[in-house]
């Protein structure tokens, strides 16, 4: 079982920026693909970012250009750097870990980004 623990949301100003990191506890974590998701009030959870366990990314076409998923495998860490915020950005951000070859999916608790001026 691997836990995750999300920080970094708060609330920001339209134009503003945030850094979400999600740790995990495992000894394995470049095993691990990570990503990024978000569900608003009344919507469905949708994908935001995703990273490979060597560093290949993905986006949602909404994010594009304005955030960006990295992480460090010494730290056992994803991060979501998030740039340009607009109010539709805000919703409860949730870290994922997928364990390469298997059907093995761990997520986070959670973090909320509200942004709003």
């Known amino acids: 079982q691997v836990q995750l623990v999300e920080s970094g949301g708060g609330l920001v100003q339209p134009g503003g920026s945030l850094r979400l990191s999600c740790t995990a506890s495992?000894?394995?974590?470049?095993?691990?693909?990570m990503a990024w998701f978000r569900q608003a009030p009344g919507k469905q959870r949708e994908s935001v970012a995703s990273?490979?366990?060597?560093?290949?990314?993905t986006y949602a076409d909404s994010v594009k250009g304005r955030f960006t998923i990295s992480r460090d495998n010494a730290k056992n860490t994803v991060y979501l750097q998030m740039n340009s915020l607009r109010p539709e950005d805000t919703a409860v951000y949730y870290c994922?870990?997928?364990?390469?070859?298997?059907?093995?999916?761990?997520w986070g608790q959670g973090t909320q980004v509200t942004v709003s001026s």
């Open positions: 994922l870990a997928k364990r390469l070859f298997t059907t093995d999916n761990y």
């Open positions: 495992t000894n394995t974590f470049s095993f691990y693909s």
């Open positions: 990273i490979s366990g060597t560093g290949s990314t």
